[in-house]
């Protein structure tokens, strides 16, 4: 059964640092592009993150450029974000995604390209 699971989210103070982790199941994330995702009450999902596991080449929404980093483990089956510098205008659901055969490039500007989902964490900044 091919499974995304993230955890790491939570509360965090304006200024602090969280990191996120996508654990994938039943698949091997060595060619795929795995996206970060987040959705904020009553407005779409929108793109933060992307790697290319074959090669390590990334994509980074432009509200996150300089805060965030992702990057993975093939041998953990797992991707990371690395949040720093947080804001509150960060609060969302954060949700990884997978697909095979699609650069992140062509991925992180349009969620509708995932197949995999994971079911989200939560990541509310706030003093």
């Known amino acids: 059964q091919v499974q995304l699971v993230e955890s790491g989210g939570g509360l965090v103070q304006p200024g602090g640092s969280l990191r996120l982790s996508c654990a994938a199941s039943?698949?091997?994330?060595?060619?795929?592009?795995i996206g970060w995702f987040r959705q904020a009450p009553g407005k779409e999902r929108e793109g933060v993150s992307c790697i290319n596991t074959n090669d390590g080449s990334t994509n980074y929404g432009d509200s996150v450029k300089g805060r965030f980093a992702i990057s993975r483990d093939n041998a953990k089956n797992t991707v990371y974000l690395q949040m720093n510098s947080l804001k509150p205008e960060d609060t969302a659901v954060y949700y990884c995604g997978a697909v095979d055969r699609l650069d992140c490039a062509v991925v992180i500007g349009n969620y509708r390209y995932l197949e995999v989902w994971g079911q989200g964490t939560p990541v509310t900044v706030s003093a």
């Open positions: 039943g698949f091997t994330v060595d060619d795929y592009a």
